[in-house]
Structure formats: structure tokens, C-alpha cells
């Protein structure tokens, strides 16, 4: 029904917005303008229907000014079913992460530094389980094992990148978008709280 997410026919808002609690259409109310113009004008015409408003003049009244969208590089998330299914997919997406020290270290240990390739098994292991743990409940003290996590990483594949004679640009490269995008999808878990 918003304007950018038009994947839902005329018919399915035609038949769900009368089912829509009064809050609800309040709420599509506050955000007309971010709405297709045909959900809106369905919106105001149940309204009316329903007395929360009596006329379109009504939405001129502070309580009905439209409410901008909340953009930022963290949305805050208000439904509480959505916020839970966003924290899951970050959650998951956490736990494939932790593949990548994982099979790293099973190379290393494989190449013959074991000392080496145990710590980051464990490292991999630990952080697969911990992120598993997400999945199920939300805990900020397994967040901030994550975060703590990810620094010791940034610092060990630095010191590793830095160490090596045969670093190229992209090892470089790589590596800060991996952790850019993994560090955001633990900061974001942080915020969704």
C-alpha cells in the first residue's frame, strides 16, 4: 500500500482496509501522503464512514498532520511480530558469518598451524552459537559478545593483513566490507531492542 511498495492489487487494500482496526486507519491517516493515493482516499472515505473524522477538512487538524517516515541508517521498527522477524534474518544471517573463521581455521589447521586454526574454529564456533542464540531470544549481553567478538576480529585480520607480505588492495577491501556489513547487522541488532 505505501507508494513505494506497490506489490499488493487494489482489490487486496479494497478488502483490508475495511477490516482495519481504528487505530489503524488513524495511523494510515497520519502517513496518507507515503500511502498509494487510492489506499488513502479508501482510508478517509472509511474514516468518515466510521466517524473518526467527519469531513476530508478534518485532516487539516494537528492531530491529523502527516507524519514524515522515519529515515535513518537504524529505523526504529514499531510493530513488535516484525521487529522479532527482522531480528531472526539478522540473527541467521550472523550465524552464516561465522562460517567464514570457521572454515578458515579448518584450512590453517589442515596447512599445519594447528595453534593458529584451533583459535579461529573456536572463535567460528563460538560466534555460530551465540548468533543461534539470538534466533531464539533477544539478549543484549549475547549482542555485546558479538560486538566484542567483532573487534577482536578487525584486529586480528588487520594485524594478519598488515603481517603479510602478499596483501593486495582487495584482501584489504574485502575484509572492511565484510566487517562494515557484519558490524552493522550487530549494531542494528543493538538498536532493534
Known sequence: MFQRYQSKSQSDFRNDIPK???????DILKKRDHYQPEAAKLAIEEAIK????HSEQDLFSEEFR????????????????????IRKSIAR???ISGLIPTVYGLVQFN?????SGAHLILFGLL??????????????????ILLVGLIVAVGFV????????NSKFMDFFISAVLFLLVGYGVVFLKKVS
Open 50 to 53: 466510521r466517524e473518526i473524522i
Open 127 to 144: 560466534w555460530i552459537f551465540i548468533s543461534a542464540q539470538l534466533i531464539k531470544a533477544y539478549k543484549k549481553v549475547f549482542v555485546l
Open 111 to 115: 596447512a599445519g598451524q594447528k595453534l
Open 93 to 95: 544471517s550472523l550465524v
Open 158 to 165: 588487520s594485524a594478519q593483513l598488515i603481517l603479510s607480505a
Open 66 to 85: 502527516v507524519e514524515e517516515l522515519n529515515r535513518s541508517m537504524f529505523p526504529k521498527i514499531e510493530d513488535d511480530s516484525l521487529r522479532n522477524r
Open 20 to 26: 482495519y482496526s481504528d487505530e489503524q486507519i488513524i
